[in-house]
């Protein structure tokens, strides 16, 4: 059996993994820099890239390890090559040309998205159409899945993504990066009641998002309320309800409309409590929600090498593609 090697650097997680052609993870091995930018409460670039490139081999070979294959039975290589950092997109996409001209196979591009999507195919059986929301640091969008091939997007965010809102937020309270994980760890001892914070009204036959409005009322909460650190859980709480309640609020709306036969939700900002627990509310009546394991949410290479075997690519040995950082349209 051919083994297919995942390869993932576009933020700041170095990730390599390997999955059986089945889709079977082998290793799925993951180095975040989280404790390096928590210092400066978000991702330096530079800094990113830096130990990209410092970490990017060793990451891979241990996947190799873990799985116990050899880089000789790897048939196909799959790397994600945008959207993402530039500088950090390249550390990747070069371990991956190298490793292709070595062992002589083909090396495909891989959309960032699309592999947080195809997370949820991962561990699930996943029915047609369906919808999947994906909330990350860099991205929320919902998508409406034809098949396995076929993902167009219905709505995006048009400011901030909702993993930002949680970093920007957290920022603001003082607390660490990544903020979302700080916040749902706050929000616990917390009344979500405490304080509403606004949910952006948007055309109401569109999908899309806007964080920009939630982070902005939080500041000017804070500075109004000088004591509000007496009360950090319940504004964790009352403002991760509002992400998550905006998140939500277009998904129900978006099945209403696509009859959807499963909903699925991926990216970073799915690890979050209070939208895994909301969601299960919600969608109490559709047999098939998927929201994979924390570990498959956020950024990692499984889900790069899985939409590879989705996307059925045999032959590409043209290994001319390049990075682009900004998120497209995917068709
Ligand atoms: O998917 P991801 O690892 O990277 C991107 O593609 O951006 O998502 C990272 C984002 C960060 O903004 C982080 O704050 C958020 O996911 N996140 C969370 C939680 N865990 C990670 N947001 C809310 N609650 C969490 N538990
Ligand atoms: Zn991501």
């Keep these: 059996m051919k083994y297919l090697l995942g390869i993932e650097s576009s933020c700041d997680e170095t990730a390599a993994a390997i999955l059986a052609p089945s889709g079977k993870i082998l290793s799925n091995i993951v180095f975040s820099q989280s404790s390096i930018h928590n210092k400066t409460g978000g991702v330096v670039p530079e800094i990113a890239s830096k130990n990209h490139s410092e970490k990017i081999h060793l990451i891979i070979n241990e996947a190799l390890i ?21 500088n950090c997109l390249m ?36 029915i047609f159409p369906s919808l999947c929301l994906v909330a990350s640091g ?7 899945l034809e098949d396995e091939v076929n993902f167009s997007v219905i709505g995006s965010t048009i400011d901030d993504a909702a993993g930002e809102a949680f970093d920007k937020g957290a920022k603001l309270m003082g607390l660490g990066y990544p903020g ?19 949910i952006a009204k948007l055309d109401k036959n569109s999908f899309n998002f806007s964080f920009s409005g939630i982070k902005t009322s939080l500041r000017y909460f804070l500075e109004k309320n000088p004591n509000w650190k007496n009360n950090v859980h319940s504004i ?21 409309k696509f009859k959807p036969k499963s909903i699925l939700i991926s990216g970073g900002v799915a690890c979050n409590s209070r939208l895994r627990e909301k969601a299960q509310k919600s969608f ?8 994979p394991t924390p570990k498959l949410c956020t ?31 995917i068709n």
Aim: with cysteine; hydrophobic share 40%; charged share 20%.
């Design 284 to 291: 109490i009546d559709s047999s098939n929600l998927i929201i």
């Design 299 to 329: 950024d990692n290479a499984a889900m790069i090498a899985m939409r590879g075997i989705q996307l059925k690519r045999k032959d590409n040995i043209d290994y001319s593609f390049g990075v682009y950082s900004t998120s497209r349209k």
């Design 91 to 126: 550390i990747g996409v070069i371990a991956a040309k190298a490793l292709g001209l070595l062992v002589k196979v083909p090396v495909h591009p891989v959309n960032h998205i699309e592999g947080h999507i195809a997370s949820c195919f991962i561990e699930n059986k996943v």
């Design 66 to 86: 873990k799985a116990n294959v050899k880089l000789n039975e790897i048939a196909q290589i799959f790397v994600s090559n945008g959207p993402g950092l530039t």
């Design 180 to 198: 979302g994980i700080e916040i749902d760890k706050l929000a616990k001892e917390g009344d979500e009641n405490f304080h509403k914070f606004p």
């Design 236 to 256: 964790a709480a009352s403002y991760q309800e509002s992400i998550v309640d905006s998140l939500l609020q277009q998904l129900i709306k978006a099945r209403k």
């Design 138 to 144: 860099g991205h929320s969008s919902i998508y409406y």
